[in-house]
């Protein structure tokens, strides 16, 4: 499957973006979905997943109340909303599938296929 992300931009604190990763290839339905992180310098962060269906999701403490995934399996889409953004949220923002019934892992190796990353920079 392909993976394409956009949405990133440039927003000041405590702004609001939504993030979009399209599907293509494959049928959509048949993969979880995620959304990692990477800065500078960082390693690549886990943020949130999602089941097949949409009926289950995990987030990462870091980012829990903050930000909301979603999917639209019409759509092939997964969306992540960001909201109360800060400085550290900076980084280049992807969407990972892997296999349903996955488990939503945390770790990157566990995630077959990868978007190519959208940036989100958020000043201060």
């Known amino acids: 499957v392909q993976l394409q992300a956009s949405g990133g931009g440039l927003v000041q604190t405590g702004g609001s973006l939504r993030l979009s990763c399209v599907a293509s290839g494959r049928t959509f339905s048949n993969y979880d979905m995620a959304w990692f992180r990477q800065a500078p310098g960082k390693a690549r962060e886990f943020l949130a997943a999602i089941t097949w269906s949409g009926g289950g999701t995990k987030y990462a403490n870091s980012v829990k109340g903050r930000f909301t995934i979603s999917r639209e399996n019409a759509k092939n889409t997964v969306y992540l909303q960001l909201n109360s953004l800060k400085p550290e949220d900076t980084a280049v923002y992807y969407c990972?599938?892997?296999?349903?019934?996955?488990?939503?892992?945390?770790?990157?190796?566990?995630?077959?296929?990868w978007g190519q990353g959208t940036q989100v920079t958020v000043s201060s």
């Open positions: 990972a599938a892997a296999t349903r019934y996955s488990g939503l892992p945390s770790t990157a190796y566990q995630y077959n296929y």
